[in-house]
């Protein structure tokens, strides 16, 4: 968690040097040892993806430990789609599940970012640090008393329990995140809405949330990404019947008689494309999210 | 009055339905907990209400830090957790200094560090527990095999199945999906540093590793400290990817956070609370400390 005021969107500055081209011609053993082990890294970094993408579509010919390793001997689907009728309908609840969470909790955010960036009362930093501890704790210090309140509730267990639980315990991340966004705004713009005579509910909608959606969106993935693959609540809070995609997937992996590798890699790759997906189109504001907070667990 | 309210009922009125949750949901639940730590409901028939549960002080917690089993789990809590943060600081610092000077193709390897951060601590944990089978010589997969088609065979070992240090495995996986986020941290602290810095130690005569050790490194404190941080809490709260490579009900590989799970799993609730609690201690040692420390910092700049 650092406390950047820098722009959400851009937090790793480009390398300074203007042109890496111009190295390119004097070969040194140093340049071809830092590419080396770039590379090497690379490698190792890669190595769980290829296994999930050569195991997901091997058959049963393929089973043997020696061909472990080898590319499939005849390229099949048939894990594929045995993974997504085990867990589409899941899919399906983790998609109605995240996009409210993320929409409310991001709205309760940057209302709660734009108060205490501009609202200076005495204990303001005291309540804020209040705030932002409630993201650190460890939710196996909440879980006995919040199964009781959300059972006494009569709060179906499943996507309505998991919709509340993110969108209350993603309060913190998203208030900081939005505080640290408005305390960069100039002080001249919110100043120039008061002397039109608006309050601050008005300069709230018609002139803070037109230029917030940098942050908005930086906000919702962070949010999307961290409830799609949230795996605590949802073993607290739901069953395979009801819950979401991580705990559907578990139960497809360690839950069968017989492990079949083939079939629970299918299944893991399917339940992690959303998050990559939003990783691969919208990388710069996923790490923006990284960066002003990644501090859930 | 009217103006009182004009002054301060709107700021109230978006700020306090989140402070009422938070209020409500952190603190009154934390305090609830810690009440019900220090009750013997440790039977179904209490855990619903059925039965009444009396006040019993601190002998959960001295029943459980004199137990064996639950000093096992603090053990492989440490363990897990040294393992994880010597892991995660040393590839993620190595990545960004690799990456600190002009490289072509920066962003595809940045890209490619980074990107287990996306997945999900059950996903991963799917293929981490095929790479870390136990199996070895001629029934061995993962990477058991990968070392014998490599010439490494001594490497084999049976991982997570290890009763004293099969935690130290799980914490591979651990490492592989955090580094690229320890490097993106150190990253954006090496290009943080002036220019100006380099340039002028440069024309003290410095050597590169010079100016890297007495100009750059010391910089780039405050960015460890916060990697420190992120990555010791969530290790404290170590769960999904125990619970996906091995079992809850597996002794090797359990921490307080997977005890918590099974106790409440059997209606242990003064006993699961009391996890809660050890847990919050050990997360609260670390993190208030750093919170006072960055508040200080703020009002300073």
């Known amino acids: ?297 | 009055m009217p103006r009182n309210l004009r002054r301060w009922g709107p700021p109230l009125l978006m700020i306090s339905p989140s402070l009422i949750l938070l209020a409500v949901f952190v603190y009154g639940l934390l305090a609830v907990n810690a009440h019900t730590s220090m009750t013997d409901t440790n039977t179904a028939a209490q855990a619903t209400g059925v039965k009444p549960s009396s006040f019993v002080g601190l002998s959960n917690y001295t029943d459980l830090l004199t137990s064996p089993d639950f000093q096992h789990s603090l053990k492989n809590l440490v363990l897990y957790t040294v393992v994880f943060l010597v892991g995660t600081m040393l590839f993620g610092f190595l990545w960004a200094w690799l990456l600190d000077r002009p490289v072509r193709f920066e962003g595809v390897f940045r890209s490619i560090y980074l990107f287990p951060m996306a997945v999900s601590f059950v996903a991963s944990g799917v293929v981490w527990r095929w790479l870390l089978n136990s199996n070895q010589g001629e029934s061995a997969s993962g990477l058991n095999r990968l070392f014998q088609m490599i010439g490494l065979d001594f490497l084999q070992n049976n991982w997570w199945n290890n009763v004293d240090y099969g935690i130290a495995a799980i914490a591979i996986p651990a490492i592989w999906q955090l580094s690229g986020y320890v490097m993106a941290l150190f990253l954006a602290g090496f290009r943080g540093i002036p220019e100006e810095l380099r340039e002028a130690s440069q024309i003290d005569g410095a050597t590169t590793w010079q100016m890297y050790r007495h100009v750059i490194f010391p910089q780039l404190s405050p960015v460890a400290l916060s990697a420190v941080i992120i990555v010791g809490h969530m290790s404290l709260k170590a769960f999904d990817l125990i619970m996906s490579i091995s079992k809850p009900a597996n002794y090797q590989t359990k921490v307080p956070a997977i005890d918590m799970y099974v106790l409440k799993s059997s209606f242990h609730y003064a006993d699961a609370a009391a996890v809660g609690v050890i847990l919050l201690v050990i997360v609260a040692a670390l993190i208030i400390p750093y919170l006072v420390h960055i508040s200080r910092a703020e009002k300073r700049a």
């Open chain 1, 1 to 297: 968690m650092t406390t950047t005021t820098e722009p959400l969107t851009a937090p790793i500055k480009d390398a300074p040097t203007a042109n890496p081209r111009a190295g390119r011609s004097r070969f040194s053993a140093g340049r071809t040892l830092k590419y080396a082990a770039l590379l090497l890294f690379l490698l190792i970094v890669l190595i769980p993806v290829y296994v999930l993408i050569i195991t997901s579509f091997k058959g049963t010919g393929d089973a043997s430990p020696t061909r472990a390793w080898n590319l499939p001997q005849h390229w099949t689907m048939d894990n594929w789609s045995a993974a997504w009728t085990a867990l589409s309908p899941a899919i399906l609840r983790t998609v109605e599940m995240v996009i409210p969470a993320a929409i409310i909790s991001s709205l309760l955010g940057s209302m709660n970012g734009f108060v205490l960036s501009r609202w200076r009362f005495k204990g303001a930093d005291l309540v804020f640090t209040l705030i932002l501890f409630g993201m650190f704790i460890p939710y196996q210090a909440v879980m006995i008393p919040l199964l009781k309140i959300m059972q006494g509730a009569h709060i179906p267990s499943g996507i309505p329990s998991l919709i509340i639980l993110h969108v209350i315990y993603g309060l913190p991340i998203t208030t900081l995140i939005f505080r640290n966004y408005y305390q960069s705004i100039p002080n001249e713009l919110i100043e120039a809405s008061r002397v039109d005579g608006a309050g601050m509910l008005r300069t709230y909608w018609s002139v803070v949330l037109p230029i917030s959606v940098p942050s908005f969106v930086v906000v919702l993935i962070w949010q999307f990404t961290s409830a799609w693959n949230d795996f605590l609540f949802a073993v607290f809070f739901s069953s395979s019947q009801n819950g979401p995609v991580t705990l559907a997937l578990n139960n497809l992996a360690n839950g069968a008689l017989l492990q079949n590798y083939g079939v629970s890699m299918a299944g893991a790759l399917l339940a992690s494309l959303p998050t990559l997906l939003v990783y691969v189109l919208l990388g710069k504001y996923f790490i923006g999210g990284l960066m002003s907070g990644s501090v859930k667990g």
